[in-house]
């Protein structure tokens, strides 16, 4: 009997796990990058005798396939996929693939924002006692997991893009953070093409699983209201009594399931902001599910230290609190951002403009924000948008030299403030880099 072809656009993390995934499980395996494939993944793929190649397709090596992962970062307007596609090959994510060799419980974690706190969150609670992984968007690949771990449990932070291509996935637990505009560029610029990739996490559920989502949240609501899924609803809210759900009752969180209560007071949450306590209710729910004990989940959400790039407290020098929000790619994550803020604040914004809407930013800006700097390539939007809001605005292209402008600029008491609210991708690697590049730069102060 002939191997099946498993053929992998993109040799990074998810591409390679998949190759090492695939080959335990007897497919023949072929990995295929149109850019450079970085030298540890290289190593990885010629150690465990994996065919690859790196700066080209080669077409021939790649339609003979019978089944393709395609990395989430390649869009499927790609003539090589489109051409995939009318071979009638079938195109999966990773997601989809490794959740075919596991019988692990399954925890999957999307949204535009909040998705890698809650999924942190989640299995900083869960692995005090359960055999859990954390997989997806964040740390080793889902794939690579399975097949070197496969933990009894796994915690999968999703994006858009990796439900783009599921078909049996499902996911025991379902949580949707938010849904706001992102990413538009990869959904014909409609927000509605947006939300139902979101809303594919829970296209395989049956009633057995659940639906954990923002109630506050009136696209999520709108969606479900029009598109009712079969998934039994755990909504959360800050703003409505939930019976069964989460909500916020003073300053305690309420999780009910099943007449099961759980009381858990906001004041020791480590995490600060009202998005926050979403996101811990959200993380609190999946825990409840599961089974955790109260008392665990309570201690959990006080010693969690949070995430970096997201809203990471970096140092404070001259009474100044400098703080890495590289993580806020959009202007949702820094509506966020800005509305924890509670001192005057020097605000480093900027990068590579996804469609931005930037109104809903205008009252913090107004309240809060003393002097801006653009830190990008072109900052001609932001420069219209908010150069009669503030008396200091100022651009720059380096991060070595934002940073020593934010420091004349604050004054005892301020916090200066790295939240883009654009992707990285005009003057940095990732998101990651220009987070570390502002730790670096800041330190050096």
């Avoid at 909040?114 to 055999?131: D, F, P, S, V, Y």
């Amino acid at each position: 009997m002939t191997k099946q072809r498993l053929v992998i656009l993109g040799g990074g993390e998810s591409g390679v796990g998949t190759a090492l995934l695939g080959k335990s499980k007897g497919y023949d395996v072929f990995v295929s990058d149109n850019q450079k494939i970085k030298e540890k993944y290289k190593q990885v793929l010629i150690h465990n005798e994996i065919e690859w190649e790196d700066g080209k397709h080669s077409e021939a090596k790649i339609l003979n396939a019978d089944i393709v992962m395609k990395s989430p970062g390649i869009p499927d307007k790609v003539s090589l996929v489109q051409q995939i596609y009318s071979n009638e090959i079938e195109v999966v994510s990773e997601i989809e693939f490794a959740s075919l060799f596991t019988k692990a419980t399954i925890v999957g974690i999307t949204g535009s924002n909040g998705k890698t706190t809650t999924a942190t969150l989640a299995h900083h609670i869960l692995k005090q006692e359960l055999n859990v992984g954390l997989a997806g968007n964040i740390g080793d690949s889902f794939a690579k997991q399975v097949l070197e771990e496969d933990y009894e449990n796994y915690v999968l932070e999703i994006s858009s893009f990796q439900l783009d291509n599921i078909t049996s996935f499902k996911p025991n637990i379902a949580v949707i953070t938010n849904v706001t505009p992102d990413h538009l560029d990869r959904y014909d610029y409609k927000f509605e093409n947006y939300i139902a990739s979101k809303f594919r996490i829970a296209m395989n559920q049956t009633q057995e699983d659940f639906l954990i989502y923002d109630a506050d949240d009136e696209v999520i609501v709108n969606h479900l209201k029009h598109n009712p899924v079969q998934s039994t609803l755990l909504p959360f809210s800050l703003e409505k009594i939930i019976e069964n759900g989460a909500y916020l009752d003073n300053d305690n969180i309420k999780i009910t399931i099943d007449n099961n209560q759980i009381i858990m007071p906001t004041t020791n949450l480590t995490l600060e902001g009202k998005h926050n306590i979403k996101n811990a209710m959200a993380a609190s729910t999946v825990a409840h599910l599961l089974k955790i004990r109260k008392q665990t989940i309570r201690e959990s959400l006080e010693n969690f230290q949070g995430v970096e790039h997201r809203l990471e407290q970096v140092l404070k020098i001259n009474k100044v609190q400098y703080i890495n929000d590289s993580k806020a790619t959009n202007v949702n994550a820094t509506y966020y951002a800005l509305e924890s803020m509670d001192a005057p604040t020097v605000w480093i914004v900027g990068g590579e403009d996804k469609g931005n809407n930037y109104e809903e930013l205008f009252p913090f800006v107004n309240e809060k924000v003393k002097a801006i700097i653009c830190l990008g390539i072109d900052n001609d939007k932001l420069m219209k948008n908010f150069s009669s809001m503030v008396d200091v605005i100022i651009e720059t292209q380096f991060m070595s030299e934002a940073v020593k402008i934010a420091y004349k600029v604050a004054d005892a008491g301020d916090n200066v403030l790295l939240s883009p609210a654009c992707a990285s991708f005009d003057l940095f690697e990732n998101y990651e880099d220009r987070g570390r590049q502002f730790k670096n730069a800041v330190r050096n102060l």
